[in-house]
Structures are given as structure tokens and as C-alpha cells.
């Protein structure tokens, strides 16, 4: 169980490392700051290179949280909620990431939501400081109910964007709104 904890939290870590640099750096393959500022643009988050800077920022900070099994539960909020924003960002291609879906924020969000729940496990920081007491029911409910809401904020955000978006089209195109 130790081993296999600590694997999952450091497999996810590089993962949203990856992810989190393709953003700020362009690393991997990535479009960068301008470049992914720009989809974000797309999917109605304003404006795109700032949320895609902040994005990265707190994703990396979330992926060094569970890599060091450091203040867990914080560290899955965080990826919970940003994949949340992600995940919905995404839904409307479908569910598979090939057809550029949601399938890979989906499975990071769950996969910190899964560690929530379990905690780090005893190789980890929490566990060397004595809060390995952060784990459980609790605490996995509390990160997930945590993420899920500060997703609100940019996805409400994002939904006035869009919202806006549509009047301006339909009031240029000589249509109302309603």
C-alpha cells in the first residue's frame, strides 16, 4: 500500500507538471502562455493569458503538494477544482480526449479526488511532520467539496463571457436576445 501511494501521487504529479508547463513554458508540446491564452480566450475564460497563467501556477503548486504528500488534501482541492474548470471547458467535444474531450482533466481531477480519500500514505511529508491524521472520509469530502467550489468562480465567470458573447453576436447580426 506504501509503495503504491506514493506512485500514484508521484505519477500524478509528473503528469500535471507536464500539464501545468505545456501552459507556462510551452514545454512538451504546448502552445505557452500566448498560445494556450488564446484557447482560453475560445472557451470564454477573460482574460485568456492571465487565467492561463494562474491555471499553471496552481496547478504546479497542487502537483507539488501531492508529490511531497505535503498538506494533502489541500494539494487534491486544487487539482480538483482546476480540473473541474478543465473538465467542463472540454465536455462539449465528448468524453474521449482524442476528439479533444475531457478524458484527461476528468481522470486527473478523480485520481486527486481518489488521494483525498485515501492520503498520501506513511512515505510522505505529511506523515514525517505527524499529520498523517489527514486522511479520510472527511478530509477526501472536504477536498472535493473545496475544489468543486472554487471551480465555481471561473466557470461563472466564464459563463458571463459566453453569455455576453452570444448578445453581441445576435445584436450584430440584427437578432434579439432572449
Not at 104 to 126: E, K, M
Request: hydrophobic share 55%.
Amino acid at each position: 500500500m506504501s509503495v503504491g501511494l506514493l506512485l500514484l501521487r508521484v505519477l500524478l504529479a509528473a503528469l500535471l507538471f507536464g500539464h501545468a508547463t505545456q501552459k507556462l513554458r510551452g514545454w512538451f508540446g504546448g502552445a505557452g502562455l500566448a498560445g494556450t491564452g488564446a484557447v482560453f480566450e475560445q472557451w470564454g475564460f477573460a482574460p485568456g493569458a492571465r487565467m492561463a497563467l494562474a491555471a499553471g501556477l496552481v496547478e504546479l503548486a497542487g502537483a507539488v503538494s501531492i508529490a511531497a504528500g505535503l498538506l494533502t488534501p489541500g494539494g487534491c482541492a486544487i487539482v480538483i477544482g482546476t480540473m473541474a474548470v478543465a473538465t467542463v471547458a472540454t465536455a462539449g467535444n465528448g468524453f474521449w480526449a482524442q476528439r479533444g474531450g475531457c478524458e484527461v482533466p476528468f481522470w486527473y481531477g478523480a485520481v486527486a479526488a481518489v488521494l483525498g480519500f485515501t492520503g498520501p500514505g506513511p512515505w510522505s511529508l505529511d506523515a514525517a511532520l505527524g499529520m498523517d491524521r489527514l486522511s479520510g472520509y472527511a478530509w477526501g469530502a472536504a477536498a472535493l467539496a473545496l475544489g468543486l467550489l472554487a471551480s465555481a468562480v471561473p466557470l461563472a465567470s466564464r459563463t458571463r463571457t459566453l453569455r455576453a458573447r452570444r448578445a453581441a453576436t445576435a445584436q450584430g447580426d440584427g437578432r434579439t436576445g432572449s
